[in-house]
Nanobody, 121 residues
């Protein structure tokens, strides 16, 4: 089992950058596929990005491709989401997620509590 704690959210202006971090408990972090989801008010939760156990493979939603970068530091049990050129439509609660599957599924087993990102125009 793994526990996830996100940090790094906040209020920024359009065009700014933020880096989200997700710290995972336990000593088997590199056995989990990791990812970030987000949910905006009145909308369904959607995947933003996911990364493989080794960090060698990643996936991005079309809406963030070229602006967001997911990475992980297995020695630090942490996954990151670097968000550049933020837009108001990026406003949402961002959730870190983990799963023991090779590829992070759409409904991962483990979730963080979420961190709010608000982008003003």
């Amino acid at each position: 089992q793994v526990q996830l704690v996100e940090s790094g959210g906040g209020l920024v202006q359009a065009g700014d950058s933020l880096r989200l971090s997700c710290a995972a408990s336990g000593r088997t972090f590199n056995t989990y596929a990791m990812g970030w989801f987000r949910q905006a008010p009145g909308k369904e939760r959607e995947i933003v990005a996911r990364i493989s156990r080794s960090g060698g493979s990643s996936y991005y939603a079309n809406s963030v491709k070229g602006r967001f970068t997911i990475s992980r530091g297995n020695a630090k049990n942490t996954v990151y989401l670097q968000m550049n050129s933020l837009k108001p439509e990026d406003t949402a609660v961002y959730y870190c997620a983990a799963d023991l599957e090779v590829v992070l599924p759409t409904t991962p087993d483990y979730w963080g509590q979420g961190t709010q990102v608000t982008v003003s125009s």
